[in-house]
């Protein structure tokens, strides 16, 4: 049997709660709902390691949480000597396609972004989208940082640009492979990203009249400084409930687009007979607020389930047992990268943390994990974990549509480190600088009441603090999996050359100097000729 593709279908931004098989009587994703019911296993409860875009994608590529080996902030990216899941699959004989939507390699290394592809597309080719009318209008303006277009205007033929162009590409290389090495392919999407804007059908696909309620501000108790800070900067205050459903409905429409590109995908291994012989993934790297809480996009170091809580639904290859349907079963997207891993049949060339999801994809009822774990935020002596102290964000000025978040983040009690553990009921936040947070989930599933000094509460977080210290006891490095040798070649021959009989000694230093171990070469000596 050929190996099996490897399909990464990552759409970005994309709360859980945009599919309509997880409850959302607005949402139009049927090709999602569908392929749940009935080929894949959709996970309720699978969380992202971080809420902003590189740290994610740095973690859920190679297993490792952000903390593991410093990937935590959107200015360190993975470098030289680190491998993911895509060098991995790749040295071993993969086909590595992905389209040029980085966020997980350092771009300033020459090569580095190859090492981890076989082909990248650069895209560029279609005309970008455009909005129907500007809403944005002068500063102060209600809708000045709320990242809403709206309706954007078809172009033509149906191109719009970016994504569709991304899509279009990789359905030609599924169609007309470069060779017969199986495929590893990984889209990485914009939609539905803010700004928050979409073309039709998928704009007017979303009945507002069907919108769950907004989480409001007005509720919230002992939340985090970093929220009231956006919340100040964007100034959204004035915006209505009609004017929050117009974004939310839009943001849904757009998740609606990233169903259809899905479908087209789908279709398209289908055509070209690999389908089935493929393990399929899709999920998103993180979420967004749309509104919930009073704010639009995301923050960095908080960690709501709008913002954590992602899509993840997998399709295993045909031959391997599934029980498609949702799922309760707890799991990381640190887990997409043991699962993958498995089906490729590729041993990890380093220390990971996932755990396999094939369990849970053979029987939905499978435990998968007790409790999940988010990370963000920073030191505060760390100016360079704060994007507006990085050369590209310096010289940022208000008129920038990130400046209320960017800006928030110079304030180190604001953007002060913070560790989530979530269990089915309850959420734990543990914070350096403010009061820690914890949420009674099943009272409260807004997330809007801080109960951190409540009493009866005091047993849950005290077992809850306890678990996050373990986790980062036992997640707080990896060692890797190659060896170093104390001695340098020059060293070693120093001791060998007095254990070694002279008519042995041009054997022992050549093989020595081919890189043998000069330890094993010791052992060997003492064992040949009895030196000491």
């Known amino acids: 049997m050929s190996k099996v593709n490897i399909i990464i279908f990552n759409p970005d931004q994309m709360r859980a709660d945009s599919m309509g098989h997880l409850g959302n009587p607005a949402a139009r994703t049927p090709f999602l709902d569908e392929w749940a019911g009935t080929e894949a296993v959709s996970f309720r409860n699978a969380f992202c390691q971080n809420p902003v875009c590189v740290p994610s994608r740095c973690s859920f590529t190679t297993g490792t949480y952000p903390h593991t080996n410093g990937h935590r902030t959107m200015s360190y990216l993975m470098r030289e000597g680190e491998s993911s899941l895509f060098s991995e699959l790749k040295d071993a004989g993969y086909y590595v396609w992905m389209n040029a939507r980085n966020d997980l390699v350092a771009g300033q290394i020459p090569g580095l972004a190859e090492r981890h592809a076989t082909e990248i597309y650069y895209g560029g080719q279609y005309d970008a989208p455009a909005p129907?009318?500007?809403?944005?209008?002068?500063?102060?303006?209600?809708?000045?940082?709320?990242?809403?277009?709206?309706?954007?205007?078809?172009?033509?033929?149906?191109?719009?640009?970016?994504?569709?162009?991304?899509?279009?590409?990789?359905?030609?290389?599924?169609?007309?492979?470069a060779d017969d090495r199986p495929l590893c392919l990984f889209l990485g999407l914009v939609n539905p990203h803010p700004p928050y804007q979409v073309e039709e059908p998928y704009f007017s696909a979303v009945d507002r009249a069907k919108l769950p309620p907004r989480v409001r501000p007005e509720d919230d108790r002992g939340k985090p400084a970093i929220e009231a800070a956006i919340r100040a900067n964007q100034n959204l205050g004035e915006m209505t409930e009609a004017d929050w459903d117009e974004v939310r409905g839009c943001y849904l429409g757009m998740c609606s687009k990233v169903d259809d590109m899905f479908r087209r995908l789908c279709d398209a291994l289908k055509q070209a007979g690999e389908y089935d012989n493929s393990a399929i993934f899709f999920f998103s790297d993180h979420g967004?607020?749309?509104g919930d809480h009073g704010i639009a996009e995301k923050a960095q170091n908080a960690f709501e389930d709008c913002l954590v809580r992602v899509p993840l639904l997998v399709k295993p290859p045909k031959g391997f047992g599934v029980d498609p349907g949702v799922t309760d079963s707890m799991a990381e997207l640190v887990d997409f990268y043991a699962t993958a891993m498995e089906f490729a049949g590729v041993a990890p060339s380093h220390s990971h943390f996932g755990r396999s999801l094939s369990g849970v994809l053979a029987d939905r009822s499978t435990p998968n994990r007790s409790f999940v774990c988010c990370e963000g935020g920073r030191?505060?002596?760390?100016?360079?974990?704060?994007?507006f102290h990085d050369a590209a964000h310096k010289t940022m000025d208000k008129t920038n549509p990130y400046w209320p978040r960017i800006s928030a983040q110079v304030d180190p009690v604001a953007?002060?480190?913070?560790?989530?553990?979530?269990?089915?009921?309850?959420?734990?936040?543990?914070?350096?600088?403010?009061?820690d947070e914890l949420y009674d989930l099943a009272e409260d599933p807004g997330e809007q009441v801080n109960r951190i000094g409540d009493p009866a509460l005091a047993d849950v977080a005290a077992q809850m603090k306890e678990r996050a210290l373990r986790w980062l006891i036992e997640t707080a490095d990896a060692v890797p999996f190659d060896f170093d040798c104390r001695l340098s070649t020059e060293m070693a021959w120093a001791r060998l050359r007095r254990m070694v009989p002279e008519q042995h000694a041009e054997e022992m230093r050549r093989?020595?100097?081919?890189?043998?171990?000069?330890?094993?070469?010791?052992?060997?000596?003492?064992?040949?000729?009895?030196?000491?």
């Open 132 to 177: 129907e009318r500007a809403l944005r209008g002068e500063p102060g303006n209600k809708w000045y940082y709320s990242f809403y277009n709206g309706r954007l205007a078809r172009a033509e033929e149906g191109r719009t640009g970016g994504d569709d162009e991304d899509v279009d590409a990789a359905i030609e290389r599924i169609l007309h492979p």
């Open 379 to 387: 030191l505060a002596n760390e100016l360079h974990c704060d994007e």
């Open 511 to 532: 093989r020595l100097d081919e890189g043998e171990n000069p330890y094993t070469l010791m052992n060997e000596c003492r064992a040949r000729f009895g030196a000491r």
């Open 415 to 435: 953007h002060g480190k913070g560790v989530m553990l979530r269990t089915e009921r309850y959420k734990y936040v543990a914070r350096l600088y403010e009061p």
């Open 288 to 290: 967004d607020y749309t």
